[in-house]
């Protein structure tokens, strides 16, 4: 088993900038691809973003492309989404996830543990 922990979530301003941390427990962390999604109320889950347990490759959403940042701290078992040029579109809960494995999965079924989620508000 393994349990994440969200952090870092908000208030900003549009243009403003916040990381998120998941702290995962556990052993064998560089085995599970993490990844970022996130809920706004009334709306289906969505992907975020998603990185390979070696950190050599990652997947992106289209709206986060190019303002997001997915990493990963190995030695420190936390996974990272540095969020830059918000907008208030960007307003959800962001919920970190692990999946065992090789394969980047991009929907909420392809991962088998989840955090608590951690708020994120972009104020216009």
């Known amino acids: 088993q393994v349990q994440l922990v969200e952090s870092g979530g908000g208030l900003v301003q549009a243009g403003g900038s916040l990381r998120l941390s998941c702290a995962a427990s556990?052993?064998?962390?560089?085995?599970?691809?993490m990844a970022w999604f996130r809920q706004a109320p009334g709306k289906e889950r969505e992907f975020v973003a998603a990185?390979?347990?070696?950190?050599?490759?990652?997947a992106y959403a289209d709206s986060v492309k190019g303002r997001f940042t997915i990493a990963r701290d190995n030695a420190k078992n936390t996974v990272y989404l540095q969020m830059n040029s918000l907008k208030p579109e960007d307003t959800a809960a962001y919920y970190c996830?692990?999946?065992?494995?090789?394969?980047?999965?991009?929907?909420?079924?392809?991962?088998?543990?989840w955090g608590q989620g951690t708020q994120v508000t972009v104020s216009s």
């Open positions: 996830a692990a999946d065992w494995g090789i394969l980047l999965p991009t929907t909420g079924a392809g991962y088998d543990y």
């Open positions: 556990g052993r064998a962390f560089s085995n599970y691809a």
């Open positions: 990185i390979s347990g070696s950190a050599g490759r990652t």
